[in-house]
């Protein structure tokens, strides 16, 4: 269609060649020139529309080939390769560039770092159908193929068609599609597509249209919630029309040199849309200015010149460069200097609202543990290996890949706890703590972490077994106890001759009990035997009664009991002489009550000396359980 107009145009022309007068081009931009003259005045006016015509046509094909063959991906922001801008205003994986004839696919996932309600480029996927490899362009400049990590360097390596490299600016890769070439470049925070040729018919993608991104957003790579939207407060240190001036400094000097190969309007607008509702952190004032620059190096050989010294930014080393991260947290500035794993908004959210650095403490029946969220101590400032239980041998084990720290106790390294008792419960207390300093001064606040288990006391138990079965175990179970108590009778003090129903028993004859318990850590509880006493019915209740143990010692009235080792371990026992009820049928049933004891050095052992048998003050540990043990004549 254009040929013919030219060519109808120049029907009827009769044209006198000339030497074409020196002019100077662009040495990026390749012209033919003819010069001539006409011999009419209307002849004059056709090949001057003509002129008109073909320079609009030229000028408007320059510009497109300058822009047409960059995509931009900064931030939230998408800069496509007709120079239109689209923010991404969720945390979904969306395609950048696909091509149908091959099934060769570039795809981005958003993410949000301090706030909700901003996402940023997070990773960058490089896809093939043939063969089915997936190249992960990550963040701090790791790279995998599928589930395989690569040791990248600037040298490069080429795998399946792929040439991939890496340097102290980001990672680079070069492919072809459809006998197009096409460079990718990520740093972690902004992706550039360069293809060097304006894009062809078989693409798609939001680099070829960033307008229709609800149409390129990718489902089956998305996590369930990408769409939904937060409002998070709004930030008041961000001084929006400062930032847009700070913006627009891309159309003066030295970035003003490249406005006429690279349109700077939309960076300025994905400069201002991004920092006018988030802060100016980890190194943002100088994000889009790099990209733009890149873009302009790219695009055009006019040099910006030293734009960094102009615009006060560092070095065009890559940001957060071989840092690596957990999945729940992004690469940025820490309040105390330097980079470090920071939470992502939405993980820490819950945890700020309720003001916590931690998980709720995971308790046992003898051990407890808590874990503190390694990003939210790096946003404190706080170094983890400076804290410590109340025992300051005893310090947190940092998860490698999770970044959580757990600090814990058990019955073997108690590492200080201290236990108390209020009579429905007892309690596990611990404190987490900065380590204390001899220096002068501290930066660091004070930090302290209480954290505590507290468990009910079993209720009372009531089990009963007959003299005929010689060895009888009975299982106790109350809220988070499990436990065993075994009653035994024995004719010898060493205990080697179990009584049973074949064992004749006369009166005044001396009978040792052991009462025994399994399931108890003997480094923390002791048994307490507190009452023992006989019935000549078999409920416990029952009158007439005979007491043989009281508060822990041998009843006053009954010189034959003797208790030995009561509170001491996890078992104990005691002796009595045989007797009957006077006017009884010959039926005896004793009773035993035991009472679990949380050790604190001697406390659990009753005071049986002097006459008052006074009992020590013990941490009871579990309601009694009562055993019964019958002797049928």
């Known amino acids: 269609m254009k040929s ?12 006198n060649l000339h030497t074409c007068p020196a002019v100077t081009f662009p040495s990026s931009i390749s012209i033919c020139m003819i010069c001539f003259s006409v011999s009419t005045k209307d002849q004059m006016n056709k090949v001057s529309s003509l002129v008109l015509y073909n320079f609009l046509m030229i000028s408007y094909y320059l510009v497109s080939a300058a822009a047409a063959d960059l995509c931009t991906v900064t931030g939230r922001a998408v800069i496509d390769f007709q120079g239109r801008f689209t923010a991404v205003t969720d945390r979904c994986v969306y395609s950048m560039l696909s091509d149908s004839s091959t099934g060769f696919e570039v795809f981005a996932t958003f993410r949000e770092r301090r706030r909700r309600d901003v996402s940023f480029l997070d990773s960058v996927t490089l896809k093939l159908q043939d063969p089915d ?23 490069g390596q080429k795998l399946h068609g792929v040439w991939i490299s890496k340097d102290s600016t980001g990672v680079m890769a070069n492919f072809t599609i459809s006998s197009h070439t096409v460079y990718l470049f990520f740093d972690g925070s902004t992706a550039q597509i360069h293809t060097g040729t304006p894009v062809w018919s078989s693409v798609d993608g939001l680099c070829v249209n960033s307008s229709s991104i609800s149409a390129q957003r990718l489902d089956q790579y998305s996590s369930s919630s990408c769409q939904i939207q937060y409002n998070d407060s709004l930030d008041t240190s961000v001084n ?41 952190v980890d190194g943002l004032r100088c994000h889009f200015l790099w990209a733009y620059a890149r873009a302009c190096s790219l695009n055009s050989r006019a040099s910006v010149g030293d734009w960094r010294s102009a615009a006060g ?37 819950d945890y700020k609202q309720s003001n916590t650095l931690s998980d709720p403490t995971v308790c046992s029946q003898n051990s407890g543990s808590i874990t503190l969220i390694g990003c939210l101590l790096e946003e404190k400032g706080v170094d983890f290996s400076t804290l410590h239980l109340n025992d300051r041998s005893c310090r947190g084990a940092m998860d490698e890949e999770k970044h959580m720290v757990t600090f814990s106790f058990d019955s073997s390294s108690t590492c200080g706890t201290e236990i108390t008792n209020n009579g429905s419960q ?35 138990k009531i089990v009963a077994f007959n003299i005929k079965d010689s060895s009888v175990v009975v299982i106790v179970k109350s809220g988070q106890w ?26 005044n004859q001396k009978i040792w009990v052991e009462l025994t318990t399994a399931g108890l850590d003997a480094a923390v509880i002791a048994v307490e035997t507190d009452s023992c006493w006989a019935t000549s019915r078999d409920s416990p209740s029952s009158q007439p009664r005979y007491d043989l143990i009281k508060n822990g010692c041998a009843a006053p009235g009954d010189q034959t009991v003797q208790v030995e080792g009561n509170g001491e371990g996890t078992s104990n026992r005691f002796s009595f002489n045989m007797f009957q009820f006077t006017g009884s049928s010959g039926d005896v049933y004793l009773h035993c009550k035991l009472q679990l004891c949380v050790k604190q050095g001697n406390s659990c052992v009753p005071d049986c000396s002097g006459g008052s048998k006074r009992r020590r003050r013990s941490a009871g540990y579990g309601g009694p359980a009562v055993i019964s043990l019958a002797w049928t004549q």
């Open 482 to 507: 499990n436990y065993t108590v075994a009653m035994k009778a024995y004719s010898d003090g060493g205990l080697t001759h179990a009584l049973d129903s074949t064992t004749g028993v006369v009166l």
């Open 4 to 15: 013919d107009f030219i060519l109808e145009s120049l029907k009827g022309l009769t044209f």
């Open 240 to 280: 929006c029309s400062a930032i847009k001036d700070h913006c627009n400094t891309l159309k003066e000097s030295p970035f003003s040199s490249c406005n006429g190969d690279v349109d700077p309007t939309p960076y300025i607008n994905a400069c201002s849309d991004t920092l006018c509702k988030y802060p100016s």
């Open 133 to 155: 490899v997936q190249f992960h362009l990550q963040h701090g400049g790791r790279v995998q193929m599928n589930d395989t990590q690569l040791n990248l360097s600037s040298s």
């Open 313 to 349: 930014c560092s070095s065009a080393e890559g940001f957060c460069q071989d840092k690596v991260c957990s999945d729940h947290e992004f690469c940025g500035e820490k309040i105390s200097g330097g980079t470090g794993c920071l939470c992502r908004a939405a993980f820490a959210y």
């Open 426 to 460: 007892i309690t596990y207390k611990n404190t987490i703590k900065y380590q204390n300093s001899s220096d002068v001064i501290s930066r660091q606040d004070q930090f302290y972490i209480d954290f505590s288990c507290q468990h009910t006391q079993p209720e009372t």
